[in-house]
């Protein structure tokens, strides 16, 4: 097995570090389009991103075993996945194309928005490239993949201003800045892997990952289902339910950024498997999720503000999303754990029976259980009662909640048979204990709704928290002595 180099820290920290840094771009892109056009076009726009995702849906099935290829340095690994994702993407942007005008009008989508879902396209095919280049980076070098992030944040604030602000574009121009920010992101990733691009084609990897390719599609058609939910929610509850749900995932979604922190332990399982990197992983994980889970609760009204004020209504919804999101971080480390572990393939060769008796197995098996417990409650919620936008969304939020809990216990219990590790209990109560001293200070330092004021509760908020964990956190004393050396030194 090859050496694997990755320092779990440095690479967790920097991807965490580009991931704060894009809340800011991402919190100033959202605002942008929510300023710009009504909450109808805002609720075809997140429409947009679940239909979208059905049609990439098989996007990340080379990219799966590029991980694990590249991870174990077999060469030609990155120039022939990339080949492959190519043309999976260009057969996928056909199929879309071909079947957009019978989902506008199973959808009852008005036509004005046609040409929309018509541009749109252009990111299928980007999501392929972009899956098959991170894939190829992210086993050696992943803090690259953090870098990338902030090119394609970037680039989306810039083109967003001029697209949204300056030629008013509205929808289409907020499309088009999602666009072109992915081919630049697409390219800063190619720039950094045209080394393995000389190396030759390895048709026998296409075999053996297609062989396999079964497992990733059943794991994945099980994840896409739940896309159903969202569905059943736009097509029930409207447009404007829709846009409450688009507008609290947003901010949610912040609290789940804190999973990045452990992105380097997937690949680093990969080649060598240590119960200390588990922890450590675990440990960082919640240090961020937990006061980033208090913010987003007493902070929910504000910051929904911020996107706009008709979404202050939806700040319950934001609460239980806030708890999903913390949830799918722990769970995200169970899950590196159960894939990281497995060894089915360590060779060039995937046998096919050991894949489907693996524990990888079991955990895509797990996605239906989700499903299940998602799908058929939120359709007959949706169905059987007259409930309004606002409503529809609070009570799917809290129907997906259930869920991913459920989901985390599993995952837990799976990760657990796969190897040994321990549970920080006694750092996860300091996190705890400082958050809620964190959230009673953003609580009593009431501030106008301004997004000035917001940000600067959130910063205070920061400083409260880890102001109480250097009191009484040994690790987090010897990671602020870390940080203000490095700091130095760079100054110097």
């Known amino acids: ?36 056009v009504s909450p109808e076009d805002y609720g075809v726009y997140g429409n947009l991103g679940d239909i979208l995702s059905c049609f990439t849906i098989i996007s990340t099935i080379i990219p799966f075993w590029i991980v694990r290829f590249e991870a174990r340095r077999w060469p030609g690994s990155l120039k022939t996945g990339f080949i492959m994702n190519f043309l999976i993407g260009l057969a996928s942007t056909i199929l879309y194309l071909l079947s957009v005008m019978g989902i506008i009008s199973a959808l009852r989508i008005n036509l004005d928005y046609m040409p929309a879902y018509l541009i749109a396209a252009v990111m ?100 896409r289902l739940l896309i159903l939910a969202n569905i059943f929610l736009f097509i029930h509850g409207g447009e404007l339910a829709r846009a409450y749900y688009g507008a609290s995932s947003a901010i949610a979604s912040i609290v789940a950024y804190s999973s990045s922190i452990a992105h380097a332990l997937y690949p680093k399982l990969l080649s060598e498997v240590r119960s200390e990197d588990i922890t450590l992983s675990l440990n ?20 929904l503000s911020i996107l706009n004020p008709v979404y202050i209504i939806a700040a319950p919804t934001l609460t239980i999303l806030a708890l999903s999101s913390l949830v799918l971080s722990t769970s995200s480390v169970f899950e590196s754990v159960i894939i990281g572990t497995e060894n089915f393939d360590v060779t060039a060769k995937i046998p096919f029976k050991s894949a489907f008796g693996s524990r990888l197995f079991l955990l895509l098996t797990l996605r239906y259980l989700q499903a299940l417990i998602v799908l058929m409650p939120t359709y007959l919620m949706l169905s059987l009662f007259q409930l309004d936008g606002i409503s529809s969304t609070f009570y799917f939020a809290l129907i997906s909640c259930v869920g991913q809990i459920v989901m985390m216990v599993a995952k837990f219990f799976v990760a657990r048979s796969s190897i040994s590790f321990a549970i920080p209990w006694k750092n996860l109560v300091k996190y705890t204990c400082s958050s809620l ?56």
């Not at 690479?11 to 919190?27: C, D, E, H, Y």
């Not at 967003?160 to 499309?175: E, Q």
């Not at 048709?203 to 990952?209: A, C, I, L, R, S």
């Not at 200070?441 to 910063?459: C, E, F, K, N, W």
């Open 437 to 492: 001293v964190m959230a009673l200070g953003l609580y009593a330092l009431s501030m106008p709704p301004r997004l000035a004021m917001t940000l600067l509760r959130v910063i205070i908020g920061a400083i409260i928290y880890f102001a109480m964990l250097i009191v009484i956190d040994d690790e987090v004393r010897m990671i602020a002595r870390i940080v203000g050396k490095g700091a130095i030194r760079y100054l110097s």
């Open 284 to 303: 960082l994980v919640l240090m961020f999720a937990m006061p980033m889970f208090f913010g987003a609760v007493v902070l929910s009204r504000e910051l």
């Open 124 to 223: 299928i095919f980007e999501s392929h490239l972009l899956s098959a280049l991170e894939a190829s980076l992210y086993p050696r070098r992943p803090e690259k993949i953090g870098f990338g992030l902030l090119v394609f944040e970037v680039s989306k604030v810039v083109l967003g201003i001029l697209s949204l602000y300056v030629f008013r574009m509205g929808l289409m121009g907020a499309l088009l800045s999602v666009i072109f920010a992915y081919l630049c992101q697409a390219a800063f990733y190619a720039k950094l892997l045209l080394q393995g691009f000389k190396e030759k084609i390895r048709w026998g990897y296409v075999k053996e990952w297609l062989k396999a390719s079964i497992l990733n599609i059943y794991g994945i058609a099980g994840e």
């Open 1 to 36: 097995m090859a050496e694997n180099g990755i320092r779990l820290r440095y690479a967790g920290f920097v991807i965490f570090l580009s991931r704060l840094i894009s809340i800011g771009t991402g919190l100033i892109f959202t605002l942008l389009i929510t300023r710009s």
